[in-house]
């Protein structure tokens, strides 16, 4: 397990970058943590560190939002934000199992909400708010950063 510490959005940021170097077609990166906590910041550092010039923002109303990558790891970046969802089956419905399938990569924000349907490689995020500006980040599933 991987911890670091984080003192603002831009080091929440360049902890997603990092990330982003271990990932390739398939991987699955599971986020928990309370509202605020920081796993927007960290999606838009791995989408930075896969070379995504977009303006990355929260699918909480839309779920899924998928973003190009130009870096050759993989197609496609799909950010999911299952907050709204009430069960793994209206995950699946909306073809959520297809995508965290595929040869993409998927950032989930509230995996809580699903862990049944995570596969067994998950990279598992979780960001603890541990005074106002500071956030403690445990990765399990890498090894190093």
């Given at each position: ?6 003192g ?34 960290l ?48 995950f ?27 596969p ?26």
């Open positions: 397990m991987v911890e670091l510490i984080s603002s959005p831009d080091e929440t940021s360049a902890a997603g970058k990092q990330i982003a170097k271990h990932l390739g077609s398939g991987s699955v990166v599971a986020l928990q943590g309370t509202l605020g906590s920081g796993k927007t910041c999606t838009k550092g791995i989408a930075l560190g896969l070379g995504i010039k977009e303006n990355i923002t929260s699918p909480t109303y839309t779920i899924i939002n998928e973003y190009p990558i130009p870096s050759g790891k993989a197609d496609t970046l799909y950010h999911i934000d299952v907050y709204r969802l009430n069960s793994e089956k209206e699946d419905d909306l073809g959520g199992q297809e995508i965290i399938n595929s040869n993409g990569i998927s950032v989930i924000e509230w995996s809580e909400r699903i862990s049944g349907l995570l067994d490689n998950t990279i598992m995020v979780l960001l603890e708010i541990t005074e106002v500006s500071l956030r403690r980040i445990l990765i399990q599933g890498l090894d190093k950063l």
